[in-house]
């Protein structure tokens, strides 16, 4: 009888218990005002806008989810980036459709996954046999999500170039524009856009790289309750079915319809086995009871490590598989200089047949020439970019780019460096054919604009010349002839030898320059050009300025821009007809620390969107244009240590400022 009695009381205990909670919940749910919930609209077919209303599975899926669990939300459309920015100031309370970000993981709550999908390639079908074998070995342009882990693993492909966006709705229309050959996104993003434009023949998925990808809902820590609201709803409308219903109206996906079924067996599985263990529990409570209490903490950790262990598993094949796809060299060594890892690539540069692992970094050739910094690396944790060597053997001359950066390990202790190293010789030698091009090319055009400089003093030579027979006694014709004609040879002379110092090729000096002897020698040759198109030149330079550069490099950047500032007035004459004087305005001067050369003109300009492309390889809007002249001014000016900007309106004009570091002697300090 007495134990009857105590079989009751705890039966009426745990009944008693499991009601509090579930009113707890309503009660949470009923203290919660509106939730305003930051969604980006740019990811169907899992939100989006259409028709004069944002639609999707994730937007079904929210609303049902504040049905179920009694909430009042509010769904405010916003870019990614904007919405965690808006959430950080907690202007929003939730954001719909977020994949994993480790850093927020201490401000925001993930939920279980709302939906999940696959990361792979997504390339043009009459182009994807093209695109699987060459991948790693001709350059394509990959359209990808800036910020996302599959641009981690592409920035890693050799020869890759990149066309970034923010969302994946808009790395799709790169793809189907034509301005990338190939794509990697969301799985079910793609599927909904090349069914929503009939273009699901011309495009396929590729298996060349896949991982999985989940979207979730984000809620601040804060709201440990609002969390375990959410999950219990999300649970209970997939365990009704809705879930399923909800998916299967929007996506069409057999595979994961049979995994869901299998979780939903799963689940009522796992549920059935608590009621059995609750039931027996129940036999013998006073002993079970810090049993089942050990038991569930038991589970929870192994459950936690489980997770662990496979978040792990997962992190370290991907990057081994990145490691070792990598066209680039990469050797890991530690503090001591032993060597810990090499993949493929390296072992090919050192012609090695095995990786050394043990063996010393600083007898490995060549990089053992690349280990310069490495002392400020092991010691201060810097990182060193973008350096390059030139490297000499009896076969070939290679030049190479390489990085050096610290290993930290789980505490931010430098356990030793990575090197990673790129072939750029092929690089380098276009680039210096591609400068040769942009400079041959301006010197067509200046030599055209010269020409009748050229003729003018040759026509009052031969004057001087034909009268020599009649007036050859005339001492004011003898005075003439000896003060005009080698005035006029001086003139033909400077001009030539000013194309010829020009056009002639040389290696890359830096030395001391003086701009306005550089500004001079470009005005010179451009005079004759300016005044043939009706176009002032306005020069300013008050003083010298000197520059550490390479003056050959800075003489053909400033030549191009002077070029394309003419291009721009022409263009302008000819689109509008009006009483416009037309001008180009050069000047050099001090900033604090820095040398400025502005190049002014009031062209046809540019409008937004063409400026924000003016430095992208192959962009133009000349007719008959290359799209390489100030990509490779750019990188002119880099190469040197300099920055260009510009900015420019359409229809008034456009503004270029270089600036460079200034050389400042004793007697002419930098004005601060």
Known sequence: MIKKTIVFIWITVFLIGLLATIQHSYAYASNINLLRVGFDPNLPPYQYYEDGEYKGLLIDLIKRIAEESNLEIELVPMPLNEAIEMFQRKEIDMILGIRYMRSLEEVMDFSDSLVQSKVSFIMPMDKAEEIRNKLNVEPFIIAVERDSAEYEFVKNLKKANFNLS?????????????????????????????????????????????????????????????????????????????????????????????????????????????????AGLLINLQLKRKVNVKTKELSDSNIQLEEKILEIRQSNDLKNLIVGSSPRSIVIFDNEGQIMSMNESSLKLCGCDRPLIGESIYELVPINLMLGSLERVLKNGESFTEKEMAYVTPQKQSTFRYVIYPLFDYVKTTRGAIITIEDITEEKILRAQTQEKEKNQALAQIISGIAHEIRNPLTSIKTYIELLPRKKDNPDFQKQIATVVPHEVERVDKLIEQLIDYAKPREKIIELANLSDVIDYCVTLFKPVVQKNDILFNKKIDRDFYIMVDMNQLKQVIINLLLNAIDAINKRKTAIQDDRIYWIAIGVFQENELVCISIDDNGIGMADDELKNVFELFYTTKIGGSGIGLPLSRQLIEDNEGTIHISSNKNKGSKILITFKGVFHEEEPANY
Do not use: C
């Not at 709705?169 to 599927?191: F, K, N, P, Q, W």
């Not at 396929?204 to 820590?221: A, N």
């Not at 709201?223 to 809705?242: E, F, T, V």
């Open 166 to 278: 923010f969302n994946q709705e808009s790395v799709i229309e790169l793809l189907l524009m034509g301005r990338a050959d190939t794509m990697i996104g969301v799985r079910h993003v793609a599927e909904y856009t090349f069914e929503k434009y009939n273009l699901r023949n011309e495009y396929t998925i590729s298996d060349v790289y896949e991982t999985p990808v989940y979207y979730h809902l984000g809620v601040s820590h804060e709201m440990p309750g609002l969390m375990a609201l959410i999950n219990n709803s999300l649970r209970d409308i997939k365990l009704s079915g809705d879930y399923e219903d909800i998916y299967n109206s929007w996506i069409n996906d057999m595979n994961l319809e049979r995994q869901k079924q299998m979780v939903r067996y799963m689940t009522i599985l796992s549920i059935s086995t608590l009621f059995v263990l609750a």
